[in-house]
């Protein structure tokens, strides 16, 4: 998902997401009494088309507007200060603690309200290498909005795929098939296009090969993080570690990992001085870390409810809308070869999502019917 990368099942029992249990009318004397009807078909109809709006909008509202206010953050000039002359927000590293941050909290309170404690299921070491990761691709993706579109940067995303079977192989020994590369290779093909045709300038031929290197690294590092997730599941258990307690795991070793940086590198001195001056850029960030937790409070709601083929439909849409809102709000220029190239990988993308359905076997009527 963009910033943070934390695999998820959903809650069970226990949890801030468990379904109400069903209760039945017992009179006084501990004698049964009148259970009430089943809802009817057209009530559950109802009821499921609401959840599904409601998950829906909130994955929708949630994450338009964290990518909306990323871009925000990164591209705005701000007042200038004496550290910052050209008023750009002097750095990503601080956007990223400010989301590991919120994220801690409900982590912990998702943790606390299941298990009673706040043990993270395995030693805090064993989350640190995909924390850092996570920190670095998150880092990497602030940083490249500096150099490149929205759009470009959306789209590019999509092609983590290839890393992602890359690390499979290099760190579980796992196998695709031929079918996997062919659609990658295509996925690839896509944002080549996408992106060579998104350039304008020379200027934009200088700085996109900096944005490049930006968004390698961050699909390389977000590839590594999904794969030593898998690893410390297999090696502790899902029944030791459930996603809530990945999540806590992953973002404490990555605040840890993240101050330091911010310590190291020097920007927390010019971080206060220019959030001191620029009161609105620290709201920016609020209500990025603000959208960054919401939304993934739906995706735990989305996959229980409908499962992850329709919230990979439902975040597939979303990758296509917030393409557009950055092109009319931010002025980018999409022409019609970059068009073209956008189609092949979300065309790519959706056929993956039909064929995981089949797979499923599950039944077509329920999700045409919502």
């Known amino acids: 998902m963009g910033d943070q990368n934390v695999e998820m099942r959903p809650l069970t029992k226990g949890g801030i997401l468990e379904e109400e249990p069903k209760e039945t009318a017992i009179p006084l004397g501990g004698a049964p009494g009148h259970v009430s009807p089943p809802p009817q078909p057209e009530e559950d109809f109802m009821r499921t088309v609401a959840k599904f709006l409601m998950c829906f909008v909130g994955l929708q509202t949630s994450y338009l507007t964290w990518g909306y206010m990323q871009e925000l953050i990164m591209t705005t000039e701000f007042n200038p200060t004496e550290r910052t002359p050209d008023g750009k927000f002097p750095s990503a590293a601080f956007c990223v603690f400010s989301n590991r941050f919120l994220a801690i909290i409900v982590a912990v309170i998702a943790v606390r309200l299941r298990h009673g404690s706040l043990h993270a299921g395995a030693p805090l070491i064993a989350f640190s290498p995909c924390a850092l990761s996570n920190t670095l691709s998150s880092w990497c993706q602030y940083a490249s909005l500096k150099y490149v579109s929205f759009p470009v940067q959306t789209v590019f995303k999509s092609s983590k795929i290839i890393p992602v079977m890359l690390m499979g192989r290099l760190l579980q020994g796992t196998s695709y098939p031929c079918k996997q590369y062919i659609e990658a290779a295509m996925i690839t093909a896509g944002v080549a296009v996408f992106s060579v045709s998104s350039k304008t300038s020379d200027r934009d031929s200088a700085t996109?090969?900096?944005?490049?290197?930006?968004?390698?690294?961050?699909?390389?590092?977000?590839?590594?993080?999904?794969?030593?997730?898998?690893?410390?599941?297999?090696?502790?258990?899902?029944?030791?570690?459930?996603?809530?307690?990945?999540?806590?795991?992953?973002?404490?070793?990555?605040?840890?990992?993240?101050?330091?940086?911010?310590?190291?590198?020097?920007?927390?001195?010019?971080?206060?001085?220019?959030?001191?001056?620029?009161?609105?850029?620290?709201?920016?960030?609020?209500?990025?870390?603000?959208?960054?937790?919401?939304?993934?409070?739906?995706?735990?709601?989305?996959?229980?409810?409908?499962?992850?083929?329709?919230?990979?439909?439902?975040?597939?849409?979303?990758?296509?809308?917030?393409?557009c809102i950055s092109a009319v709000i931010f002025g980018h220029t999409i022409g019609t070869i970059s068009l073209l190239g956008a189609g092949l990988v979300f065309g790519v993308l959706f056929f993956q999502v039909y064929r995981k359905f089949q797979a499923s076997g599950s039944s077509i009527p329920k999700i045409e019917e919502i």
């Open 208 to 323: 996109g090969l900096t944005g490049l290197l930006f968004l390698l690294g961050y699909i390389t590092f977000d590839s590594f993080t999904s794969q030593w997730q898998s690893k410390v599941y297999k090696k502790y258990g899902k029944a030791n570690i459930d996603p809530y307690q990945m999540m806590l795991g992953v973002n404490s070793s990555a605040i840890c990992f993240t101050i330091a940086g911010l310590v190291v590198s020097g920007d927390v001195p010019v971080v206060y001085e220019f959030l001191n001056k620029n009161p609105d850029a620290f709201m920016y960030n609020i209500v990025t870390a603000i959208t960054s937790a919401s939304g993934q409070l739906c995706i735990f709601f989305t996959i229980k409810e409908f499962g992850p083929i329709v919230f990979t439909i439902i975040m597939t849409t979303r990758q296509m809308l917030s393409i």
